[in-house]
């Protein structure tokens, strides 16, 4: 039986998220959980370079070496890249969230989302 990835931290999977669908830079990070959780979710600069430094240590994400075109680009900023590993862990992730929202809706603690 193969071993699932632990679970991650609901901030953890907000920034894996955000960069599911591309590369980004850390403000990027940080607008897009804001952006997509409707303000919900709004990371710190450190809580999020904690968690950069994780993933990064975890072999999750890796910082990339190519960089946009200067004038598009601020030679601080670190651009950020999730892995094939992070990908897996962040399905796996989203798998065993979908099946607990499923028990609790069986259980009836909460209803199905109906979409209009």
Request: charged share 30%.
């Amino acid at each position: 039986m193969s071993e699932s990835p632990a679970p991650l931290t609901a901030a953890m999977f907000n920034v894996m998220l955000a960069l599911s669908d591309g590369d980004k830079h850390g403000y990027a990070i940080l607008k897009d959980v804001a952006a997509q959780t409707n303000g919900e979710v709004q990371l710190s600069t450190g809580t999020l370079y904690g968690i950069v430094k994780r993933l990064l240590n975890e072999g999750m994400i890796v910082e990339l070496r190519r960089r946009p075109a200067a004038e598009d680009d601020d030679s601080r900023r670190r651009y950020y890249h999730l892995t094939a590993e992070g990908r897996k862990a962040a399905v796996a992730e989203a798998v065993r969230m979908e099946k607990l929202l499923e028990r609790a809706r069986a259980k009836r603690l909460i209803q199905q989302l109906r979409h209009a």
